[in-house]
């Protein structure tokens, strides 16, 4: 899953990106709303964690815009406790909810976990197979036994399981794994998906992989 967070504070942005970083989401970051406006356009995210007040383009006119450009990713807009106006023409601009400042992290995360969830379908706990996925903990299990993964085969797991019974491209894993400037071949998704497989296998799920397509998760 990938995340944008939009916020011109330095310390805080700081402190949000590796909050959601450690909760596995690959994260990107931008300090002005000229950047963000672009990043949004550009499409790639699951969701946008975005402050209304930006310099160069304020976060109410980034909303607005990325919206009217067809980006339909959840957005959480941050606000000054007072900020009431603000969080009612946000909302009516598109945004799927808010935080007033200041907030607790774990919070934040909280929203974060039910608007992906939200996305998905809104079931807590996703299946194939005897495989249980629980996207509130964000863990993998077999019957009784967890799965020991890593945080790549996690997020690999996370992309394919959400789009169940459809084809995943490679590009669409690096995009779930990585945030820009970071960098994921193609070799080390094969390589993760070669680990996963072997992983699954007990409890009856397979993924394909569809020569020049990508992948597919789906029972054995």
Do not use: W
Request: charged content about 25%; glycine content about 12%; proline content about 3%.
């Amino acid at each position: 899953m990938r995340v944008l967070i939009v916020e011109d504070d330095p310390i805080l942005l700081d402190s949000l990106t590796r909050a959601m970083r450690a909760a596995g989401y690959a994260t990107d970051q931008a300090g002005d709303g000229e950047l963000a406006l672009g990043l949004l356009r550009g499409g790639g995210f699951d969701l946008a964690i975005l402050d209304l007040g930006l310099p160069r383009v304020d976060g109410l006119q980034v909303l607005s815009r990325a919206r009217a450009a067809g980006c339909r990713a959840p957005v959480i807009i941050l606000t000054a406790r007072d900020g009431i106006d603000d969080r009612v023409r946000g909302l009516d601009l598109g945004a799927d909810d808010y935080l007033a400042k200041p907030f607790s992290l774990s919070e934040l995360e909280a929203r974060v976990r039910a608007l992906l969830r939200r996305g998905q379908g809104g079931a807590p706990v996703l299946t194939c197979g005897t495989l249980s996925y629980d996207t509130v903990g964000r863990r993998a299990s077999v019957g009784a036994d967890m799965l020991e993964l890593s945080q790549r085969e996690l997020s690999v797991l996370e992309a394919l399981l959400f789009r169940q019974g459809k084809v995943v491209s490679k590009e669409q894993l690096i995009e779930s794994l990585c945030g820009y400037g970071e960098e994921v071949s193609a070799n080390a998704i094969e390589v993760y998906v070669h680990r996963l497989r072997r992983k699954l296998e007990p409890a009856g799920v397979g993924i394909r992989t569809l020569r020049g397509l990508g992948y597919l998760m789906d029972r054995m």
